[in-house]
């Protein structure tokens, strides 16, 4: 398959994707600043997936340019980090009607890890398919933002969690209030 198709493809669904998000933000029924504070979580998390998925356009873009040709392995793969990307709508909107309740705010950190391996995965099999000493290959090198970027994902969702349970939760308003 031409490279250029699958990246067509690719941003058809990136876009559905932000437009799906940016339908789930709600126009408020009043013409007030008070009737917009609500939105705040819920427009905080658009944006935090607006740059996600602006971020992995980018990459696929830069990543589809360097590759010479693309495999079935590599379609699977491509649709692999699609169907991850294609969840950030739900888990953004999960979590900011919930203002970052702990469960909704670990799936959105299970989403973006899959998402992160996904697209880790996608890289190294397009690699596999050029090989080792292909110019994409070059220009990956040993792939440590990619793997970081895995590696803190894991590292956030029980974060997300820990944060948000009452005696941390306590401690930092106790925290806040004697502080200053």
């Known amino acids: 398959m031409n490279k250029n198709r699958l990246e067509a493809f690719s941003d058809g669904v990136l876009a559905i994707i932000i437009t799906i998000m940016v339908l789930e933000l709600k126009v408020p029924h009043d013409a007030s600043y008070a009737a917009l504070l609500p939105l705040w979580p819920v427009f905080l998390c658009y944006v935090l997936s607006f740059l996600y998925i602006g971020i992995y356009w980018n990459n696929h873009h830069h990543l589809l340019h360097a590759a010479r040709r693309v495999t079935g392995a590599a379609l699977w793969a491509n649709l692999h980090l699609l169907f991850w990307l294609s969840l950030l709508p739900f888990v953004t909107g999960w979590m900011g009607e919930n203002h970052f309740a702990p469960l909704p705010t670990a ?27 292909s110019l994409l290959a070059r220009a990956i090198g040993r792939d440590r933002k990619g793997t970081a970027s895995v590696i803190i994902y894991a590292i956030a969702i029980p974060v997300a969690v820990i944060v948000q349970t009452p005696p941390f939760r306590n401690a930092v308003a106790w925290g806040h209030c004697v502080g200053g």
Do not use: P, R
């Not at 799936?107 to 397009?126: D, E, K, Q, S, T």
């Open 107 to 133: 799936l959105y950190g299970v989403v973006l890890l899959m998402a992160g391996a996904a697209y880790w995965i996608l890289v190294h099999v397009l690699i596999a398919g050029e090989g080792t000493d």
